[in-house]
T-cell receptor
Framework: GEDVEQSLFLSVREGDSSVINCTYT??????LYWYKQEPGAGLQLLTY?????DMKQDQRLTVLLNKKDKHLSLRIADTQTGDSAIYFC????????FGKGTMLLVSP | DAGVIQSPRHEVTEMGQEVTLRCKPI?????LFWYRQTMMRGLELLIY????????DSGMPEDRFSAKMPNASFSTLKIQPSEPRDSAVYFC????????????????FGPGTRLTVL
Protein backbone atom coordinates (compact mmCIF):
# COMPACT_ATOMS: atom_id res chain seq x y z
CA GLY A 1 0.00 0.00 0.00
CA GLU A 2 0.92 3.63 -0.20
CA ASP A 3 2.95 5.19 2.58
CA VAL A 4 4.33 8.68 2.96
CA GLU A 5 6.85 9.51 5.67
CA GLN A 6 8.12 12.82 6.95
CA SER A 7 10.11 14.05 9.88
CA LEU A 8 7.81 15.44 12.55
CA PHE A 9 9.47 18.67 13.54
CA LEU A 10 11.83 21.34 12.21
CA SER A 11 12.99 24.49 13.93
CA VAL A 12 14.77 27.33 12.13
CA ARG A 13 15.60 30.97 12.68
CA GLU A 14 13.96 33.72 10.68
CA GLY A 15 15.88 34.41 7.48
CA ASP A 16 17.37 30.92 7.26
CA SER A 17 16.35 28.34 4.68
CA SER A 18 14.10 25.45 5.71
CA VAL A 19 14.19 22.05 4.08
CA ILE A 20 11.39 19.60 4.73
CA ASN A 21 11.90 16.05 3.49
CA CYS A 22 9.48 13.33 2.51
CA THR A 23 9.69 9.78 1.22
CA TYR A 24 6.91 7.94 -0.55
CA THR A 25 6.38 4.43 -1.79
CA UNK A 26 4.14 4.53 -4.86
CA UNK A 27 6.22 4.94 -8.00
CA UNK A 28 3.08 5.31 -10.13
CA UNK A 29 2.17 8.66 -8.55
CA UNK A 30 2.01 11.21 -11.32
CA UNK A 31 1.72 14.25 -9.08
CA LEU A 32 3.23 14.95 -5.68
CA TYR A 33 2.00 17.75 -3.48
CA TRP A 34 2.91 19.95 -0.58
CA TYR A 35 0.09 21.24 1.59
CA LYS A 36 0.32 23.76 4.42
CA GLN A 37 -1.84 23.80 7.54
CA GLU A 38 -1.91 26.91 9.67
CA PRO A 39 -3.18 26.73 13.27
CA GLY A 40 -6.92 26.15 13.50
CA ALA A 41 -7.37 25.79 9.76
CA GLY A 42 -7.66 23.14 7.10
CA LEU A 43 -4.92 22.18 4.68
CA GLN A 44 -4.17 24.38 1.69
CA LEU A 45 -2.27 23.38 -1.40
CA LEU A 46 1.12 25.09 -1.39
CA THR A 47 2.70 23.66 -4.52
CA TYR A 48 2.92 20.46 -6.53
CA UNK A 49 5.30 18.78 -8.94
CA UNK A 50 4.67 16.55 -11.91
CA UNK A 51 6.60 13.30 -11.73
CA UNK A 52 8.56 13.86 -14.92
CA UNK A 53 10.15 16.97 -13.38
CA ASP A 54 13.00 16.94 -10.91
CA MET A 55 12.70 20.52 -9.75
CA LYS A 56 10.09 23.23 -9.53
CA GLN A 57 10.63 26.74 -8.25
CA ASP A 58 7.89 29.10 -7.16
CA GLN A 59 9.12 32.33 -5.54
CA ARG A 60 10.62 31.31 -2.18
CA LEU A 61 9.65 27.67 -2.63
CA THR A 62 11.77 25.03 -4.35
CA VAL A 63 10.54 21.46 -4.75
CA LEU A 64 13.06 18.74 -5.53
CA LEU A 65 12.01 15.29 -6.65
CA ASN A 66 14.29 12.26 -6.77
CA LYS A 67 12.07 9.69 -8.39
CA LYS A 68 14.65 6.91 -8.19
CA ASP A 69 14.87 7.24 -4.41
CA LYS A 70 11.20 8.30 -4.06
CA HIS A 71 12.31 11.36 -2.16
CA LEU A 72 10.61 14.74 -2.24
CA SER A 73 11.77 17.91 -0.51
CA LEU A 74 10.44 21.41 0.01
CA ARG A 75 12.88 24.24 0.49
CA ILE A 76 11.66 27.57 1.80
CA ALA A 77 14.14 30.38 1.29
CA ASP A 78 14.34 33.32 3.69
CA THR A 79 11.93 31.65 6.10
CA GLN A 80 9.59 34.04 7.89
CA THR A 81 7.66 33.67 11.16
CA GLY A 82 4.50 33.50 9.06
CA ASP A 83 5.79 30.27 7.54
CA SER A 84 5.33 28.54 10.90
CA ALA A 85 2.80 25.80 10.18
CA ILE A 86 2.49 22.08 9.57
CA TYR A 87 3.58 20.97 6.10
CA PHE A 88 2.18 17.81 4.54
CA CYS A 89 3.65 15.86 1.69
CA UNK A 90 1.11 13.89 -0.38
CA UNK A 91 1.17 11.47 -3.26
CA UNK A 92 -1.71 10.70 -5.54
CA UNK A 93 -2.70 7.14 -6.18
CA UNK A 94 -6.40 6.37 -6.04
CA UNK A 95 -6.70 9.23 -3.60
CA UNK A 96 -4.24 11.54 -1.96
CA UNK A 97 -2.11 9.83 0.68
CA PHE A 98 -0.75 12.31 3.18
CA GLY A 99 2.25 12.07 5.43
CA LYS A 100 1.80 12.85 9.12
CA GLY A 101 3.07 16.36 8.60
CA THR A 102 6.19 18.30 9.62
CA MET A 103 5.72 21.08 12.13
CA LEU A 104 7.91 24.03 11.14
CA LEU A 105 8.68 26.49 13.89
CA VAL A 106 10.35 29.75 12.87
CA SER A 107 11.87 31.77 15.65
CA PRO A 108 12.72 35.48 15.38
CA ASP B 1 -17.14 30.99 -3.66
CA ALA B 2 -17.31 30.45 0.10
CA GLY B 3 -15.12 27.38 0.01
CA VAL B 4 -15.92 24.14 1.80
CA ILE B 5 -18.26 24.79 4.70
CA GLN B 6 -18.34 22.59 7.79
CA SER B 7 -20.58 22.73 10.80
CA PRO B 8 -20.38 22.82 13.67
CA ARG B 9 -16.87 24.19 14.16
CA HIS B 10 -16.72 22.80 17.67
CA GLU B 11 -18.70 20.00 19.27
CA VAL B 12 -18.48 18.78 22.83
CA THR B 13 -20.57 15.78 23.73
CA GLU B 14 -20.75 12.99 26.22
CA MET B 15 -19.81 9.40 25.58
CA GLY B 16 -22.68 7.46 24.09
CA GLN B 17 -24.31 10.39 22.36
CA GLU B 18 -24.86 10.61 18.62
CA VAL B 19 -22.77 13.18 16.76
CA THR B 20 -23.48 14.48 13.27
CA LEU B 21 -20.94 16.51 11.36
CA ARG B 22 -21.98 18.39 8.23
CA CYS B 23 -20.22 19.46 5.09
CA LYS B 24 -21.10 21.55 2.06
CA PRO B 25 -18.53 21.10 -0.72
CA ILE B 26 -17.57 23.70 -3.27
CA UNK B 27 -20.22 23.94 -5.96
CA UNK B 28 -19.32 21.93 -9.05
CA UNK B 29 -16.81 19.67 -7.32
CA UNK B 30 -17.23 15.97 -8.08
CA UNK B 31 -15.42 14.40 -5.15
CA LEU B 32 -15.84 14.74 -1.41
CA PHE B 33 -13.54 13.41 1.31
CA TRP B 34 -13.83 13.00 5.07
CA TYR B 35 -10.60 13.00 7.11
CA ARG B 36 -9.79 12.71 10.79
CA GLN B 37 -6.73 14.36 12.32
CA THR B 38 -5.16 13.46 15.66
CA MET B 39 -1.73 14.03 17.11
CA MET B 40 -1.05 10.32 17.33
CA ARG B 41 -2.28 9.17 13.93
CA GLY B 42 -1.94 12.29 11.81
CA LEU B 43 -4.39 12.81 8.95
CA GLU B 44 -6.47 9.74 8.09
CA LEU B 45 -8.83 9.39 5.16
CA LEU B 46 -12.12 7.96 6.42
CA ILE B 47 -14.25 7.81 3.27
CA TYR B 48 -14.62 9.50 -0.08
CA UNK B 49 -17.41 10.00 -2.58
CA UNK B 50 -17.35 10.51 -6.34
CA UNK B 51 -20.54 12.01 -7.79
CA UNK B 52 -22.32 11.35 -4.47
CA UNK B 53 -21.43 7.63 -4.51
CA UNK B 54 -19.20 6.21 -1.75
CA UNK B 55 -16.10 4.80 -3.41
CA UNK B 56 -13.87 3.73 -0.55
CA ASP B 57 -14.88 3.54 3.08
CA SER B 58 -12.02 1.33 4.20
CA GLY B 59 -10.77 4.09 6.47
CA MET B 60 -13.95 4.21 8.53
CA PRO B 61 -12.81 2.91 11.89
CA GLU B 62 -15.89 1.01 13.00
CA ASP B 63 -19.57 0.46 12.37
CA ARG B 64 -20.23 3.33 14.73
CA PHE B 65 -19.17 5.63 11.89
CA SER B 66 -21.37 6.25 8.88
CA ALA B 67 -21.35 8.83 6.09
CA LYS B 68 -23.91 9.89 3.54
CA MET B 69 -24.03 12.20 0.58
CA PRO B 70 -27.69 12.59 -0.40
CA ASN B 71 -26.90 15.21 -3.03
CA ALA B 72 -24.01 17.04 -4.60
CA SER B 73 -24.09 19.88 -2.10
CA PHE B 74 -24.30 18.11 1.25
CA SER B 75 -22.66 15.32 3.21
CA THR B 76 -22.84 14.10 6.79
CA LEU B 77 -20.55 12.04 8.98
CA LYS B 78 -22.31 10.42 11.90
CA ILE B 79 -20.85 8.72 14.96
CA GLN B 80 -23.26 6.68 17.03
CA PRO B 81 -22.51 6.02 19.83
CA SER B 82 -19.56 8.34 20.32
CA GLU B 83 -16.55 7.40 22.47
CA PRO B 84 -13.75 9.51 23.99
CA ARG B 85 -11.25 8.04 21.49
CA ASP B 86 -13.26 9.65 18.69
CA SER B 87 -12.06 13.06 19.88
CA ALA B 88 -10.26 14.64 16.93
CA VAL B 89 -10.54 17.30 14.27
CA TYR B 90 -12.67 16.11 11.36
CA PHE B 91 -12.06 17.67 7.98
CA CYS B 92 -14.17 17.63 4.88
CA UNK B 93 -12.50 18.32 1.53
CA UNK B 94 -13.76 18.51 -2.02
CA UNK B 95 -12.06 18.18 -5.37
CA UNK B 96 -13.20 19.20 -8.84
CA UNK B 97 -12.04 16.02 -10.52
CA UNK B 98 -12.07 12.30 -10.07
CA UNK B 99 -9.17 10.49 -8.53
CA UNK B 100 -6.34 8.45 -9.87
CA UNK B 101 -2.62 8.87 -10.33
CA UNK B 102 -3.01 10.55 -13.70
CA UNK B 103 -5.17 13.34 -12.37
CA UNK B 104 -4.01 16.58 -10.89
CA UNK B 105 -5.82 16.24 -7.62
CA UNK B 106 -6.01 19.42 -5.57
CA UNK B 107 -8.30 19.02 -2.64
CA UNK B 108 -9.90 22.02 -0.97
CA PHE B 109 -10.29 21.63 2.75
CA GLY B 110 -12.90 23.02 5.08
CA PRO B 111 -11.91 24.58 8.41
CA GLY B 112 -12.67 21.38 10.30
CA THR B 113 -14.89 20.37 13.21
CA ARG B 114 -13.14 19.90 16.54
CA LEU B 115 -14.94 17.07 18.33
CA THR B 116 -14.47 16.41 22.02
CA VAL B 117 -16.17 13.38 23.54
CA LEU B 118 -16.14 13.40 27.32
Amino acid sequence: GEDVEQSLFLSVREGDSSVINCTYTDSSSTYLYWYKQEPGAGLQLLTYIFSNMDMKQDQRLTVLLNKKDKHLSLRIADTQTGDSAIYFCAESYSTLTFGKGTMLLVSP
Amino acid sequence: DAGVIQSPRHEVTEMGQEVTLRCKPISGHNSLFWYRQTMMRGLELLIYFNNNVPIDDSGMPEDRFSAKMPNASFSTLKIQPSEPRDSAVYFCASSPRGDGPLHYNEQFFGPGTRLTVL
